[in-house]
């Protein structure tokens, strides 16, 4: 394989920086702006996307993003914080086209003999981020990088068609981990459909012949109950209030920071001492199979809200309430009722703290919900819980093909693979 040249990203891109948009602009209706915000891993969440009007936008059509687009963060939190991390680097999908994008971060555009899908994977290599990093500025809580660092990184640079099989292999996995989270989506979507067929319209197997009878909450099925949260758990709790030090090799402690729709991602979270595990093993911040998992501090709040899928050596951190549901309710109905969009408004009465958002325990336990029969809900059960049981193993899927595409990603972009070889 013949020696690739070195070369410098400023001599290969053009960029553009975003717009301060003034925050009095901002409408539900018009054009949609990109803020760093609302960056996802590697894409951008076009779902609440403020926007400006279409007559005020015409002026900024020059930070106008297209589909494929790559944007670099360059003002957000040091690598702790790796939700928002500066140096973080996305694609604009086909739903965020249009958009113009806002300060605090940059567009690349190649020019010349440059793969755009390289460009994109060459920002996302380890090497790029360590190189970025160590050019930050800033105070603990934000770091800033500057245009002329992007510009300056320095990398090897191989010939047009080996950038765009390089671009080809890695795409293949993300256009695999992306068919899987469209799955995920459309099951999502029948879940949310089920349960409020039966548990909000009150159209379940049998309703014909089932009379409704008066309740704190309306009319409902007679037979059904009007309960607490704490009727239908045994445990009402949260995480540990201590946060015992960090170390380099020991056991998972999680936080809200580790959640997601689904689950924990154990491998963000920070490492301690096995003394320190043991401890908070023995007092209970370990949860169990079939535990009720919700955020409850920061600005994620009640956001996550899942079933523990199996027991996991991880401990929690006091941000993460923890549920126990007792036999008289299905763990995924309690999460299904709780994730109800008219039910998480009402838990938001539950919260306290300007500053730093908090679900108050004591007072969450006395939510009120409404508990089905149980064969109402053995029959939902066989129809819901197949459902969570493929979206997990959706999820095991996206972690095995991230975790592949991550460990190929640095060998192909410094020459261990010979693509040439592979094409051949």
């Given at each position: 394989m013949a020696a690739w040249d070195r070369a410098k990203l400023g001599d290969l891109v053009e960029t553009q920086k975003g717009y301060a948009f003034k925050s009095g602009?901002?409408?539900?209706?018009?054009?949609?702006i990109v803020k760093v915000s609302d960056f996802t891993d590697d894409a951008v969440d076009s779902t609440k996307l403020m926007c400006i009007p279409e007559s005020t936008a015409t002026d900024y059509l020059k930070?106008?993003?297209?589909?494929?687009?790559?944007?670099?963060?360059?003002?957000?939190?040091?690598?702790?914080?790796p939700a928002s991390v500066v140096g973080k680097c996305v694609r604009i999908p086909g739903e965020a086209a249009g958009a113009l994008l806002n300060q605090n971060a940059v567009k690349l555009t190649p020019a010349g003999k440059f793969d755009r899908t390289f460009l994109f994977y060459l920002l996302r290599n380890e090497d790029f981020k360590t190189y970025i990093i160590s050019t930050a500025q800033g105070a603990a809580s934000q770091a800033a990088i500057t245009l002329e660092a992007i510009r300056g990184y320095e990398f090897s640079l191989p010939p047009l068609p080996i950038q765009r099989r390089i671009a080809g292999i890695l795409s293949a996995y993300d256009e695999l981990i992306e068919n899987s989270q469209r799955r995920i989506k459309i099951l999502e979507s029948m879940a949310r459909g089920l349960y409020r067929e039966w548990f909000v319209h009150f159209r379940f197997p049998g309703h014909e012949s089932v009379p409704r009878v008066p309740s704190p909450l309306g009319e409902i099925p007679k037979g059904w109950e009007v309960v607490s949260i704490d009727d239908v758990c045994s445990r009402v709790t949260d995480g540990s209030h201590r946060s015992p030090p960090s170390v380099d090799d020991g056991m998972p402690m999680a936080s809200?920071?580790?959640?997601?729709?689904?689950?924990l991602n154990l491998d963000t979270a920070r490492l301690i001492g096995p003394e320190d595990f043991a401890d908070l093993v023995r007092n209970d911040c370990k949860p169990k199979k079939n535990d009720v998992l919700i955020t409850k501090d920061?600005?994620?709040?009640?956001?996550?809200?899942?079933?523990?899928?199996?027991e996991q050596e991880v401990v929690l951190l006091s941000s993460v309430a923890m549920l126990r549901p007792n036999a008289r309710i299905n763990p995924h109905l309690l999460v299904a009722t709780l994730k109800e969009p008219e039910n998480k408004g009402k838990l938001k009465n539950y919260v306290t703290g300007a500053a730093i958002p908090r679900v108050i325990l004591k007072d969450f336990k006395r939510f009120q919900l409404l508990l089905p029969g149980k064969e109402v809900q053995m029959a939902w059960a066989k129809v819901a819980e197949p459902m969570t049981e493929q979206i997990w193993r959706l999820i095991d899927t996206i972690q095995n093909l991230r975790r592949t595409r991550d460990l190929l990603l640095p060998r192909l972009l410094s020459g261990q693979i010979d693509v040439e070889a592979i094409a051949s």
């Open positions: 602009w901002y409408c539900n209706a018009g054009r949609p930070y106008e993003l297209r589909t494929g687009d790559v944007v670099v963060q360059t003002v957000g939190s040091w690598p702790t914080n809200s920071k580790d959640m997601h729709d689904w689950g920061g600005a994620n709040y009640l956001k996550y809200i899942f079933v523990t899928r199996a």
